[in-house]
């Protein structure tokens, strides 16, 4: 039936999502590549996805974590640091509206952000550009200031699209950003702009 509710994924043990990464290893040599964890949110499974990060370290083989640093410091310094690179997401700077808009507060965020930068861990920070909800002036300037103050090494932006819409639908949830259109080529300049203007590493992506 189209339409119809499905299960997808399955459960892994170590071993096995091990054995299903080790089948690509030739291409990872090849195109320099390697394994992101992604999600829903990885450090959720901190026990799980820190022990898969030891392990691919081990074999040699490069790992990425996508993750949105809302979790204690503890247990994500724990995930965190066995990456060989953080994507990490920050969709707000501004506590209020970072509240308004996901439901929790952005200070253990922006406090994991700053440990990892701290450290030296090779991050790359991604903003989802998302019209009328962080791109205002003052969204800008909030995001360049403060990129600028812990000296990020990289970011990325990363324009809003409706891809998640259709998602949502099948899934019988409401799509809250309906109607929201993508940013302007102009727009993404500007906040670039800006960005680069605090001393900032910048790319914009698809």
């Known amino acids: 039936m189209a339409e119809a509710r499905q299960i997808v994924g399955r459960r ?4 096995e999502l091990l054995a299903e990464v080790e089948r690509d290893l030739v291409f990872f040599d090849d195109s320099g590549g390697g394994v992101t964890l992604t999600g829903g949110e990885p450090v959720s499974q901190p026990a799980f996805a820190a022990a898969f990060l030891e392990a691919c370290r081990r074999r040699g083989i490069r790992t990425a974590l996508e993750t949105c ?3 204690q410091p503890d247990t994500f310094r724990r995930v965190a640091l066995l990456a060989d690179l953080v994507l990490f997401d920050l969709k707000q700077v501004d506590n209020e509206k970072h509240r308004l808009y996901t439901g929790v507060p952005n200070e253990p965020i922006l406090s994991n952000l ?3 930068v701290e450290r030296g861990q090779a991050v790359t920070v991604r903003i989802p550009v998302v019209p009328g909800i962080n ?3 003052a969204d800008v300037a909030g995001f360049a200031a403060y990129l600028g103050k812990i000296h990020a090494p990289a970011v990325e932006l990363l324009p809003y699209h409706s891809i998640g819409e259709g998602k949502y639908r099948r899934l019988g949830l409401p799509y809250k950003l309906n109607g929201t259109p993508q940013p302007a080529a102009a727009d993404l300049a500007h906040f670039r702009d800006a960005l680069t203007r605090a001393g900032l590493n ?5």
């Open 69 to 71: 640093g809302f979790a």
């Open 202 to 206: 910048v790319t914009v992506g698809d």
């Open 12 to 15: 892994y043990r170590l071993s």
């Open 114 to 116: 700053e440990d990892l």
């Open 135 to 137: 791109d205002t002036a």
